[in-house]
């Protein structure tokens, strides 16, 4: 695409009104994700908390400016161009059968759409997560009663000794542990002369701070990126098109090493891919499945190359989304959470509040604020951080990249 094409769409109002995703819509604001956090902690007591059904006026805003865009601009040949066409049709229609949810409990469309716009969850990694799991539950030994009361709710015991979550070796893990600190070692000692002394609690008015400071080491405030304080978000959130972070407004509570991840998940990764990309894709952030699930696993792997050993991550999220869609038994927010947090507690040296919050947490990241009581009423977005950093480890584990490849692969110059 040429760039006075390239110009021209930037500046068309329905673009903008494109620009902005499916998680923008279906994102809880401040006070509903409390009262349904809260909700969930008391084990559903009360009635769940009424949340706001997806505008239909602005579905058909969508509807309206993708005509105008598809009517425009259809001779432009351009592959990545209609490709993002598509992709928006399909996420306005997902959009439309989140509506349906909401208001009808026909969860049908939704998940129709999930499997286009995501894809379907892997089944054999799922009870390879659970696997993992289950294995730490039998190590630990913590509550035998509690465990067999889980398991015959799951029946589980058919999924152990079917893992297939792969798990680097400690010299593999060692080697790209070395690069990602040369890689990120200006961030990291930046981050580390803040968090190393934060605690376990930090505001999120502190992480913006940061993460100003990671775009002007990275050059980024000069190339246009900001950072927003922002009310409809679940932690941070990057948008490539409005060369903007938004971090919530609350607080974060994540260790020093976790957060220093997340970080440079979200600069690191995120924002200085797209300042390397060129044209149109440079508008938008990774929309193709195959893209997308190769980002946010490199953002993953980048948070685990932080840590002092290596830790699965997004494990618990990947195994709501199987609990949640589970096509023999489709499960509601407040059955998945009660299943979440046993996993948690009986694998975990947490203790049991520590475990229902982290459930509640990730409970909510797969229900977002879609439908909480309608079974399997969730958005498998969330499935490409394992699906990405289980492809990612099972490649870096038989291939060692050299450094500059390595670096290639952060960046996203390289061809794959």
């Given at each position: 695409m040429d760039n006075m094409s390239i110009g021209a769409i930037a500046k068309e109002p329905a673009f903008d009104v494109l620009k902005t995703g499916v998680?923008?819509?279906?994102?809880?604001?401040?006070?509903?994700?409390?009262?349904?956090?809260?909700?969930?902690?008391?084990?559903?007591?009360?009635?769940?908390?009424?949340?706001?059904?997806?505008?239909?006026?602005?579905?058909?805003?969508?509807?309206?400016?993708?005509?105008?865009?598809?009517?425009?601009?259809?001779?432009?040949?351009?592959?990545?161009?209609?490709?993002?066409?598509?992709?928006?049709?399909?996420?306005?229609?997902?959009?439309?059968?989140?509506?349906?949810?909401?208001?009808?409990?026909?969860?049908?469309?939704?998940?129709?759409?999930?499997?286009?716009?995501?894809?379907?969850?892997?089944?054999?990694?799922?009870?390879?997560?659970?696997?993992?799991?289950?294995?730490?539950?039998?190590?630990?030994?913590?509550?035998?009663?509690?465990?067999?009361?889980?398991?015959?709710?799951?029946?589980?015991?058919?999924?152990?000794?079917?893992?297939?979550?792969?798990?680097?070796?400690?010299?593999?893990?060692?080697y790209y542990k070395q690069l990602a600190h040369e890689y990120f070692g200006g961030a990291l000692e930046?981050?580390?002369?803040?968090?190393?002394?934060?605690?376990?609690?930090?505001?999120?008015?502190?992480?913006?701070?940061?993460?100003?400071?990671?775009?002007?080491?990275?050059?980024?405030?000069?190339?246009?990126?900001?950072?927003?304080?922002?009310?409809?978000?679940?932690?941070?959130?990057v948008s490539s098109?409005?060369?903007?972070?938004?971090?919530?407004?609350?607080?974060f509570h994540l260790s020093p090493g976790r957060l220093k991840g997340l970080l440079l998940h979200e600069v690191g990764v995120h924002v200085l891919r797209s300042m390397h990309k060129t044209g149109f894709e440079a508008l938008v952030p990774a929309f193709l499945a195959a893209d997308r699930r190769q980002e946010e696993g490199l953002g993953v792997l980048v948070e685990q190359l932080v840590l002092r050993e290596?830790?699965?991550?997004?494990?618990?999220?990947?195994?709501a989304l199987g609990l949640s869609t589970d096509t023999s038994q489709p499960r509601t927010a407040l059955e998945v959470y009660g299943l979440l947090w046993k996993l948690r507690y009986l694998s975990n040296s947490s203790s049991l509040e520590q475990a229902k919050r982290f459930a509640a947490l990730e409970t909510l990241r797969v229900v977002r604020g879609i439908a909480p009581t309608v079974p399997g009423a969730v958005l498998l977005r969330d499935a490409v951080y394992v699906e990405g950093v289980d492809a990612l480890w099972r490649r870096l584990s038989t291939e060692r990249l050299s450094p500059d490849a390595f670096e290639k692969l952060l960046r996203g110059s390289e061809i794959t």
């Open positions: 998680l923008r819509h279906v994102s809880l604001n401040s006070a509903n994700y409390a009262a349904l956090y809260d909700w969930l902690l008391a084990d559903g007591k009360g009635e769940c908390p009424a949340l706001p059904v997806l505008s239909t006026a602005r579905i058909a805003k969508r509807n309206e400016s993708l005509e105008q865009l598809t009517t425009k601009y259809h001779d432009v040949p351009d592959e990545t161009w209609q490709q993002w066409l598509t992709y928006k049709q399909q996420e306005t229609a997902l959009l439309t059968a989140i509506h349906t949810v909401q208001t009808t409990g026909d969860v049908a469309p939704l998940t129709q759409l999930n499997a286009q716009l995501y894809g379907v969850l892997d089944v054999n990694l799922l009870y390879g997560c659970i696997g993992q799991v289950c294995d730490k539950i039998d190590t630990l030994q913590r509550d035998t009663a509690l465990a067999a009361e889980l398991f015959a709710d799951l029946n589980l015991k058919r999924m152990q000794g079917e893992a297939v979550m792969h798990t680097p070796d400690v010299a593999t893990f060692a930046l981050l580390e002369s803040t968090l190393d002394h934060a605690g376990g609690t930090i505001s999120g008015t502190e992480v913006a701070r940061l993460l100003e400071a990671m775009l002007v080491l990275y050059g980024a405030d000069a190339a246009g990126w900001r950072v927003m304080l922002a009310d409809r978000v679940d932690r941070i959130s098109g409005a060369k903007t972070i938004h971090v919530a407004k609350r607080d290596y830790h699965s991550l997004r494990l618990f999220r990947y195994i």
